[in-house]
């Protein structure tokens, strides 16, 4: 367990406090030698993915053109690149860390295993968000969320992880393919075979990746370097900062597992909690009210 | 276990991608419940996200938001497949673009890009499996299983009969 992080704000980074204050950030880091390297290569080891979906989107034609293996093999080689490429020459692209890729991990066997997670999980999104038949895309789904949860054990959410299997990957996926057998008996519609604006959207998705991906960056790099000395020397530190040293002294270290997780949610959070269990009841009597409504033709064909 | 700062940044990365790929596959489809699939996809990054930031500061925070969004998921996926179903039932279709007209009064149609020409695609024809052996012939009343396997070895050796080859041609 290395040092706490410290949360103080990089006094070149927060221009202003609006929205607007971002983009002298990223002029600033345009401008830089390092960033805008950085940045570039960024985007150019998302290029590859986000051209492989642009290729991999329905229109028309057979379900296993070659263009869309082209477009999966693009998919997984942004991926390769992710891991392999350097994405700094200086320094690490993490801090506290030798890595100069942008997914670089210590060698263990977590590292592998999440490298195994995360591959499986971006390239059934793809999949998904691009397969003809809606079954399919549901499928694709309940891959995405089976490698999810293992990327949530991964962190020590065990009670996450199951839930989400249980909640997500065994009630709604298997609800929306229900509905999809009630409303889509045969074969695949005309308008699963054809995407509308795949080149504005798949252009807009690697620019929102890519700035994702670089405020990342900015902010982890700003970020101080090794372990923090001690939270009581520095009193003007941020209300989170201090909490979550609060609760990592107090609450994971005496209940590291569910029971801290259960405390938590029931004391903490109850209010919350009962919030959570009124909007499921409301939903209930919605989709009851909407679904169990029936319309005057199809009372008029019975 | 917790992580450190390059766990916190490999989760990152990762629910910016899903999220991402969630907004390109929202933005491009037609199908109402591929759509709704795709919102499902951008929670799951934002999700990936809490987890990460969870195990980064050591606090439950993050696993409990992403709990609370997994009862939100479910939730929204309730109100919104019986919406689908109703949507169904009064326009039998599930595309997009036939509800256009829900959109506000003064408000311009949208122009969409017209679907291409290529037909229907016919029902895919799934494999079923071969009948196992001929369907059991209908034995009259007064046969015994001995006169079925009497009746079986005839049929091994029908040359031996030849009215019976005619009536059974």
Redo the contacts between chains.
């Keep these: ?2 040092g706490l ?1 410290r949360l103080e704000r990089g006094t070149e980074l927060m221009a202003g406090p609006s929205l607007w204050g971002f983009a002298p950030l990223f002029a600033a880091g345009m401008l830089d030698g390092p960033l805008a390297q950085y940045s570039l290569r960024v985007l150019g080891a998302l290029l590859p ?2 051209l492989g ?1 642009f290729l991999m ?1 329905p ?3 057979a379900d296993r053109s070659p263009i869309r293996w082209l477009g999966a093999a693009l998919v997984v080689l942004s991926l390769v690149l ?1 891991v392999t490429f350097p994405l700094t020459s200086a320094d690490g ?5 030798a ?1 100069t890729t ?5 060698q263990t066997i977590s590292c592998y295993t ?1 490298h195994a997670l ?1 591959f499986v ?2 390239t059934a ?2 999949l ?4 003809r038949n ?1 079954v399919y ?2 499928l694709w ?1 309940s891959l ?2 089976l490698s ?1 949860s293992g ?2 054990l991964l ?3 065990d ?2 992880s199951a ?2 299997i249980i ?2 990957a065994g ?2 996926v298997v ?2 393919l229900f ?2 057998m ?3 008996p ?13 080149l ?3 252009v ?3 620019l ?2 890519g700035v ?2 670089a405020a ?2 900015l902010v ?1 790099r700003t ?1 101080p370097r090794g372990p923090v000395a001690g939270i009581a020397s520095r009193p003007a530190d941020s209300v989170v900062t201090i ?2 040293a609060a ?2 002294n107090s ?2 270290a005496s209940h590291p597992h569910v029971a ?2 259960g405390r ?2 029931f004391t ?2 109850v209010v ?1 909690v009962e919030i ?1 269990g009124l ?2 009841l ?3 009597v ?3 009210l ?2 169990g ?1 029936r ?1 005057e ?2 009372h008029d064909r019975k | 276990m917790t992580g450190n700062d390059a766990w916190l940044n490999n989760y990152l990365v990762v629910g910016a991608l899903l999220f991402s790929l969630g907004a390109v596959g929202f933005l491009t489809r037609r199908n109402l419940i591929v759509i709704f699939l795709c919102a499902e996809l951008m929670l799951q990054g934002v999700s990936t996200t809490l987890v990460g930031f969870s195990g980064f500061h050591g606090t439950w925070g993050g696993q409990v938001s992403a709990i609370f969004s997994l009862a939100l998921a479910a939730a929204e996926a309730g109100v919104a497949l019986a919406l689908f179903v109703m949507l169904f039932k009064r326009g039998f279709s599930l595309d997009v673009s036939i509800w256009s007209d829900l959109r506000e009064e003064d408000q311009p149609p949208v122009e969409e890009e017209p679907l291409g020409d290529e037909p229907v695609e016919k029902p895919r024809e799934w494999p079923h499996l071969a009948p196992a052996g001929r369907l059991p012939e209908r034995q009259s009343a007064g046969t015994s299983v001995g006169g079925a396997a009497v009746a079986g070895a005839a049929r091994h050796e029908p040359v031996t009969a030849g009215e019976g080859a005619g009536h059974h041609g």
């Design positions: 367990m290395t992080p993915l986000f979906v989107l229109r028309g034609g992710l692209a993490v801090p506290d860390s890595a942008l997914w670089g991990l210590p999440f995360a999980s971006v999104a793809a998904m968000i691009t397969a809606p895309s549901a789904f995405v969320l999810n990327l949530y962190q020590g959410a009670f996450l839930s989400t909640v997500y009630a709604i609800t929306f509905v999809i009630l409303a889509q045969n074969g695949a519609a005309r308008y699963d075979r054809f995407a509308r604006e795949g504005l959207s798949a807009t998705g690697l929102l990746s994702l991906i990342l960056h982890l970020e909490h979550a609760n990592r609450l994971l801290g997780l938590t949610l903490d959070q919350s959570t909007l499921l409301a939903a209930v919605g989709a009851m909407i679904a409504h319309t033709e199809s």
